[in-house]
């Protein structure tokens, strides 16, 4: 069984900032490896937005670099991930998801609704 606890989102103007976050607490037969955030907005897919890999190497979509950051606490089977987001444009509306990877299983949150306003 996998939990992913997703919270944090909000309304906020343009150039505001929001910190989601993902605390996971899986008791499975493997490990949880790579989290990511990933973001659906109205009749787009599903995309990734950053994530962090076991040994801390972290990745961006070109869309986020430079204003969202991934930081993490824990590991593996028990961590909690934040992405904290910065200059926050209209463009970043959508629903937030987090993601835990644990080999060839994937485990989603419900998502968490992020609204950037003018």
């Known amino acids: 069984q996998v939990q992913l606890l997703e919270s944090g989102g909000g309304s906020v103007p343009a150039g505001g900032s929001l910190r989601l976050s993902c605390e996971i607490s899986a008791n499975i037969g493997g490990v949880i490896t790579a989290v990511g955030w990933y973001r659906q907005a109205p009749g787009k897919q599903r995309d990734l937005v950053a994530g962090?890999?076991?040994?801390?190497?972290?990745?961006?979509s070109d869309s986020v670099k430079g204003r969202f950051t991934i930081t993490r606490d824990g590991l593996y089977n028990s961590q909690t991930v934040w992405l904290q987001m910065n200059n926050l444009k209209i463009d970043d509306t959508a629903i937030y998801y987090c993601?835990?990877?644990?080999?060839?299983?994937?485990?989603w949150g419900q998502g968490t609704q992020v609204t950037v306003h003018s």
């Open positions: 993601k835990a990877e644990s080999g060839c299983t994937n485990y």
């Open positions: 962090i890999a076991t040994d801390g190497n972290v990745k961006y």
